[in-house]
Each structure stands twice: as structure tokens, then as C-alpha cells.
């Protein structure tokens, strides 16, 4: 039996305008391997991510917000 180890990483986000936005990112992000649970909230520009970081890097998330259209840094809170 393999446990899966899931890592929770917080982003803030840069670029919101509207809560359409939500929505392209998490398809973005959700499409991932290793992605579990995508969750943007709009009003903190927060963007918390459970994701296997043997198959998906902190850096490939990014990129994946970048392809959304919006910037995002790992963030402590």
C-alpha cells in the first residue's frame, strides 16, 4: 500500500477582477496530476492547494495560475 503525500501550499494571487476569474483558475489548476482540491477565494486573492508534490511542484502550479492569466507566489498564510 502507497500513502499518497499530500501537501497544502497557499498562494496569493495577483490580477483578480472578477469572480469569473475563480473559476479559470481552478480549471487550470485542477487539470494537474496530483491536484486533490483546488480553492480560490475571491475577496483575499487566496488560492489554497492540496497536491501530491511528487507529481505536481510548487513551480508547475504557478505556471499553471501564469496560464490563467494571473500571478500567484507561495505564501506563508
Do not use: N, W
Not at 1 to 8: D, K
Not at 26 to 46: D, I, P, Y
Request: charge should be positive; charged fraction near 20%.
Amino acid at each position: 500500500m502507497t500513502t499518497a503525500t499530500t501537501t497544502h501550499t497557499v498562494f496569493r494571487a495577483e490580477g483578480f477582477s472578477c469572480p469569473s476569474c475563480v473559476a479559470k483558475i481552478e480549471k487550470q489548476v485542477g487539470r494537474l496530476q496530483g491536484v486533490s482540491t483546488v480553492k480560490v477565494h475571491f475577496a483575499t486573492a487566496r488560492i489554497e492547494i492540496d497536491h501530491d508534490e511528487s507529481k505536481t511542484s510548487v513551480d508547475e502550479i504557478v505556471a499553471a495560475i501564469a496560464k490563467a492569466g494571473y500571478k500567484a507566489t507561495p505564501s506563508a498564510f
